[in-house]
């Protein structure tokens, strides 16, 4: 069965450097998107990706966040300039063209992000 | 704005016990529902949705209803085994594309 996959499962950097967080999608999905939780707090909504270009953000995704698709398979969640409170799991999203799969998104195991 | 809230964990129950996880949500309008579930080390996977007042979502044995006049969706199961051992994930989805999620409440059953 097709999964979303997530590279690396846990990130620990230091504070001020930058992350690129890695997704592969489901292959014939065509909207992708980036959650995250913070620990012991609700899953949170980052932004969602169609066509080469944001369709949604959230007010958690600042000037130090950035999504690319750089090529056919993967999605990218970068990070500039890490601060503490960035310390979270991070879940790639995905799904597929069509009215009837509207609703569901297919997500990965996620990545724990630690920053110190 | 659009949130859910859903009772805390982790919650221990023994093999067959009946489990109930509770979801409340708010929303102006009418909001599709769901129940993500994550068992460890994996991604978050789609349990059972319903999309309308009154619609039984149902999957594995599980089943939740939305309920409009409370604003709930309950997450029940008759008889849980040591396989539904995973974290529960209340959603909703009213405009746009993004997903309002709850805490996740932890499962553990026990032989």
């Known amino acids: 069965e097709p999964e979303v996959t997530q590279t690396p499962s846990h990130q620990v950097t230091q504070m001020g450097q930058e992350v690129i967080l890695r997704c592969v999608p489901i292959s014939n999905h065509l909207y992708f998107y980036w959650y995250r939780q913070i620990l012991g707090q609700k899953v949170e909504f980052l932004v969602s990706?169609?066509?080469?270009?944001?369709?949604?953000k959230s007010e958690i995704f600042d000037d130090q966040f950035s999504v690319e698709r750089p090529d056919g398979s993967n999605f990218t969640l970068k990070i500039r300039s890490t601060k503490l409170e960035d310390s979270a799991m991070y879940f790639c999203a995905s799904r597929g063209p069509g009215v009837p799969s509207y609703n569901e998104q297919f997500f990965g195991p996620g990545t724990r992000l630690t920053v110190l | 704005g659009d949130s859910v809230t859903q009772m805390e964990g982790p919650v221990t129950l023994s093999e067959e016990a009946f489990l109930t996880i509770n979801c409340t949500y708010t929303?102006?309008?009418?909001?599709?529902l769901f129940w993500y579930v994550q068992y460890p080390g994996e991604g978050l996977q789609l349990l059972l949705k319903?999309?309308?007042?009154?619609d039984k979502g149902s999957n594995k044995g599980f089943e939740a209803t939305y309920r409009k006049e409370t604003t709930s969706f309950h997450l029940e199961k008759g008889s849980v085994q040591v396989s539904d051992s995973a974290v529960y994930f209340c959603?909703?989805?009213?405009?746009?594309?993004?997903?309002?999620f709850g805490t996740g409440t932890s499962l553990t059953v026990i032989p």
């Open positions: 319903a999309t309308k007042a009154d």
């Open positions: 990706f169609y066509n080469n270009e944001i369709s949604e």
């Open positions: 959603a909703l989805r009213f405009t746009g594309n993004q997903f309002y």
């Open positions: 929303a102006t309008g009418y909001p599709s």
